[in-house]
Structures are given as structure tokens and as C-alpha cells.
């Protein structure tokens, strides 16, 4: 059977295409489509109609594909842009009525779960925990977990859209602008201080999105010969993340477009990205950085091998 799993992102719709046998499953395809559906009213939580009739388009995009690959069953999952959007009910009925999809609308705790799911089919997690940090454009997750599974999880509205719409920082960044993102940022994650008191762990798993373009700029540099579209994990060193930080923070958006192996897409929010990844592994003495290629998409396609959606 293929299943096609649509990813209804803050600032990406993603897909996969895969094709189920018995318990397992082969990736046959993948795609994005820059969607930015919380742009311009997600700290209003609203989705504006320019931000519908992108996602819209998003949506046939991807359906083409899916009828190229013949696809048995479509799955949407819709998450934080959609899932605390006063009109989100709004736009998972237009979706219904113009393409005749069915939108999922996941809460935070269901998004974290996935991810981990997705997650645990690359990196060999062990008896140490590890923490992983999924950045999206409406929320982030956080997942501390060992090879017992869960110990805890959350999905706080600290996504980079919404970070990018509150702060509306300059370009360059300035150091004022840096800290005031800092100290909100560290405002907002008691929970997270909370949990990593209870769970110490010094290993931070970065999953999906401005992970994969933060490894990919990187091996740019160190690895060029490694094909980043072959490799579902990356190791990177703490030095490489500085670096690369340092960088994003001196550049403006016309210096960063011109960046090797940086995604388009991503030009405007990866500066905030990075000072978030930056931020935790400060806070919390991260001893160890690994980028993972697997996420939400691949968590659902378990799940459903599993009978558990």
C-alpha cells in the first residue's frame, strides 16, 4: 500500500510518499512547499486569506505529485499554525470543500509524540537520555527520552514565525535584539528548566527543518562530498554550531541567500532559529549536537504500520 502523509506546517507543508509492507516501509518521494500559512497573523492567531490561498495551492502541489506516485491513502496533519488559528476550522473546511482532503488537527503533546517516533528510527538512543528539539514556525517540541522511551515531552508557542512577527528584529541583528530574544525565550521555557532538573542530559537531537539546513551549510563546509540527501543523521560539532552561529549573526538577508547550501525558504527566520538552538545548548551545557532527517512524517507512517492512527 503507499500512503502519501501530508505535513501542514507553520511555515512548510511537507510531503512524503512511502510504500508500506507488512511492517515495514520505503520512502519513495519527498517534497515541500513553502506554504507560510502563520505569516502575518499567527501572534493574532489568525490565518490571513493570502496565508489560506497559499496553503491552498501548497495542497494541489502536492496532490499532483501524489496522483504521479498513485498513492492508496492520503493522511494531513495539521499542527500549531492551524491547531490555535481562530479561523483554523475555517481553513480545514475550505481544504474539505475545494480538494476534498480531510485535515487531522493534532494538539502539541501528539505533535511531540510523533516526532519521537520519527526520530527513534535513525538515532540509536540508549540508556542515556538524550533531548530533542523539533523547530517549527508556530511551536517548538522538546522531547527528553532513552531506550525506554518518553520521559517527558512538551510543545511550547515558541515557533520562529511567531518569534520573527514579535520581535521584527533588524537586519543584521542587532546585540540589543539578541538579548531581548534571549530573555523571552528563557521567560517561557519554566517547564523545560523544570524537566531537564528532573532529567539531566547533555545531548541535544535536533529534528527536521532548520536542523537539516544548519547540517547541510555545515557539511558544505567540512564534508563536501557527503550527499546530505542520503544522510538521516549528522553529527555536529558544538565549534561548527558556533561558527555557523557567528555567521547567521553578522549577515543580513542578501548575504545569507548567497550562503552555500542554504534553503531559500528559510533565509528570513534561520537567524532566530540559530539563537534558539544557540540559546539551549548554552542554558543547558549541551555537551553533544546530532541533526536527524526523520520527524513528524516519519513518526505517522510508523504509527499507522503499528495501528496506533
Known amino acids: 500500500m503507499r500512503i502519501a502523509i501530508i505535513d501542514l506546517g507553520t511555515n512548510t507543508f511537507n510531503l512524503l510518499i512511502a510504500e508500506q509492507k507488512d511492517d515495514s516501509y520505503t520512502i519513495l518521494t519527498e517534497n515541500k512547499y ?41 493522511i494531513c496533519m495539521a499542527t500549531a499554525a492551524i491547531r490555535s488559528a481562530k479561523n483554523g476550522q475555517e481553513f480545514v473546511e475550505k481544504v474539505k470543500h475545494e480538494l476534498e482532503l480531510d485535515i487531522n488537527v493534532i494538539d502539541g503533546q501528539k505533535e511531540a509524540e510523533l516526532i519521537f517516533d520519527g526520530v527513534k528510527q535513525v538515532i540509536p538512543i540508549g540508556n542515556e537520555r538524550v533531548i530533542i528539539l523539533d523547530i517549527g514556525g508556530g511551536s517548538n517540541e522538546f522531547i527528553i527520552a532513552n531506550k525506554d522511551g518518553v520521559l517527558w515531552k512538551h510543545s511550547f508557542d515558541l515557533g520562529i514565525a511567531r518569534l520573527l512577527d514579535r520581535f521584527q528584529p533588524s537586519d543584521p541583528i542587532t546585540d540589543e535584539e539578541i538579548k531581548e530574544v534571549e530573555e523571552y525565550i528563557k521567560s517561557e521555557l519554566t517547564l523545560l528548566y523544570k524537566a531537564i532538573e528532573r532529567y539531566p542530559t547533555k545531548t541535544l ?57 542554504m534553503d531559500l525558504h528559510r533565509v528570513e527566520m534561520i537567524v532566530l532559529a540559530s539563537i534558539f538552538i544557540n540559546f539551549i545548548v548554552k542554558e543547558f551545557d549541551i555537551k553533544e549536537i546530532w541533526q536527524c532527517a526523520f520527524a513528524l512524517k516519519e513518526g505517522t507512517i510508523l504509527q499507522i504500520i503499528k495501528n496506533q492512527l
Open 34 to 74: 513553502p506554504a507560510k500559512l502563520g505569516k502575518g497573523g499567527i501572534n493574532d492567531k489568525r490565518i490571513l486569506p493570502e496565508a489560506m490561498e497559499r496553503g491552498i495551492k501548497a495542497l494541489e502541489t502536492h496532490l499532483t505529485t501524489i496522483k504521479q506516485y498513485n498513492a492508496d491513502k492520503v
Open 205 to 261: 537531537i535536533g529534528s527536521s527543518g532548520s536542523f537539516d539546513t544548519i547540517s547541510g551549510m555545515i557539511a558544505a563546509e567540512h564534508h563536501p562530498h557527503l550527499d546530505m540527501k542520503k544522510v538521516m543523521s549528522y553529527f555536529i560539532p558544538l565549534s561548527y554550531a558556533e561558527k555557523m552561529h557567528k555567521l547567521f549573526l553578522k549577515s543580513n538577508a542578501k548575504q545569507r541567500k548567497e550562503m552555500k547550501r
